[in-house]
T-cell receptor
Framework: AQTVTQSQPEMSVQEAETVTLSCTYD???????LFWYKQPPSRQMILVIRQEAYKQQNATENRFSVNFQKAAKSFSLKISDSQLGDAAMYFC???????????FGQGTTLQVKP | EAQVTQNPRYLITVTGKKLTVTCSQNMNHEYMSWYRQDPGLGLRQIYY???????DKGDVPEGYKVSRKEKRNFPLILESPSPNQTSLYFC???????????FGSGTRLTVV
């Protein structure tokens, strides 16, 4: 069975600094997608970034980038120039191609200090 | 505006009283899914549907029912709610291309 693990329940970062959130996953599939979702206190789930497993190039969206290591089954999120609005819970998620099953990790709460 | 609409946002009910949480999407997505979120456990999938009349169990389906009679709607039914179903529930929809799921605003359910 596929699993997603986020080993950091909480992280903190100083405003304007860089922070990396970790995620590992387990799967026997070769074709899949990986995601990072942000959940601010409003509880809305917001898609931050996605990665297609067949693409070797790491995805980037403005200040957010990933380090995708397929062989190691690792998918970390780097937030550069952290802002107060980045404070939220972040979830890593996995979805095999051609399935409706999206599997989440336990989440990491990110605190941004002014 | 592309969105997933779920109702109600808040619900307090008593043990055993049947309830339905509605979910509707306007993006013509094939996939729809229900999740529950509990502290320390992340989001766990209850049921998902890959198309009309096609539903599959997720990781925590016990005590829940779903139906997908139309592409846009995917209601979650609790026939006999119990206190351990007190949780934050999310509906989500997505497409085959793996662009991620779009989530509704969540339903905070309390069963007393």
């Amino acid at each position: 069975a596929q699993t997603v693990t986020q080993s950091q329940p909480e992280m903190s970062v100083q405003e304007a600094e860089t922070v990396t959130l970790s995620c590992t996953y387990d799967t026997s599939e070769s074709d899949y997608y990986l995601f990072w979702y942000k959940q601010p206190p409003s509880r809305q789930m917001i898609l931050v970034i996605r990665q297609e497993a067949y693409k070797q190039q790491n995805a980037t969206e403005n200040r957010f980038s990933v380090n995708f290591q397929k062989a190691a089954k690792s998918f970390s999120l780097k937030i550069s120039d952290s802002q107060l609005g980045d404070a939220a819970m972040y979830f890593c998620a996995y979805k095999a191609s051609n399935t409706g099953k999206l599997i989440f990790g336990q989440g990491t709460t990110l605190q941004v200090k002014p | 505006e592309a969105q997933v609409t779920q109702n109600p946002r808040y619900l307090i009910t008593v043990t055993g009283k049947k309830l339905t949480v509605t979910c509707s999407q306007n993006m013509n997505h094939e996939y729809m899914s229900w999740y529950r979120q509990d502290p320390g456990l992340g989001l766990r999938q209850i049921y998902y549907s890959m198309n009309v009349e096609v539903t599959d169990k997720g990781d925590v389906p016990e005590g829940y029912k779903v139906s997908r009679k139309e592409k846009r709607n995917f209601p979650l039914i609790l026939e006999s709610p119990s206190p351990n179903q007190t949780s934050l529930y999310f509906c989500a929809s997505g497409d085959r291309e793996g662009y991620g799921y779009t989530f509704g605003s969540g339903t905070r359910l309390t069963v007393v």
